[in-house]
């Protein structure tokens, strides 16, 4: 069992940044690859990054790519989704999803365990 917590969401300008951050509880999130997903309002759930357990396997939607950069410290139990550029396209509440005993992973359907999501507001 994992259990997550997202924090970090908030409202920022155009350009701006914002760095999100999930913690988890559990004994599974050394070996869970982890992701994070977005949903705005009227679109579907969508990958936006996908990590390894060990953090040596990275996926970014091109949506997002070279401007948002996820990472995880397992010491620490927490994975990280550092926003920089923030587009109005890019506002949604963001979830964390665990996929535990899965060295890696894009298919949400291994995402077992979900956040309750955390809201960014991007003003233009």
């Known amino acids: 069992q994992v259990q997550l917590v997202e924090s970090g969401g908030g409202l920022v300008q155009t350009g701006g940044s914002l760095r999100l951050s999930c913690a988890a509880s559990?004994?599974?999130?050394?070996?869970?690859?982890m992701g994070w997903f977005r949903q705005a309002p009227g679109k579907e759930r969508a990958l936006v990054a996908s990590i390894s357990y060990s953090g040596s396997t990275i996926c970014y939607s091109n949506s997002v790519k070279g401007r948002f950069t996820i990472s995880r410290d397992n010491a620490k139990n927490t994975v990280f989704l550092q926003m920089n550029s923030l587009k109005p396209e890019d506002a949604a509440v963001y979830y964390c999803?665990?996929?535990?005993?899965?060295?890696?992973?894009?298919?949400?359907?291994?995402?077992?365990?979900w956040g309750q999501g955390t809201q960014v507001t991007v003003s233009s």
């Open positions: 999803a665990a996929a535990p005993s899965t060295t890696w992973t894009i298919d949400v359907r291994l995402f077992r365990y």
């Open positions: 559990g004994r599974t999130f050394s070996n869970s690859a």
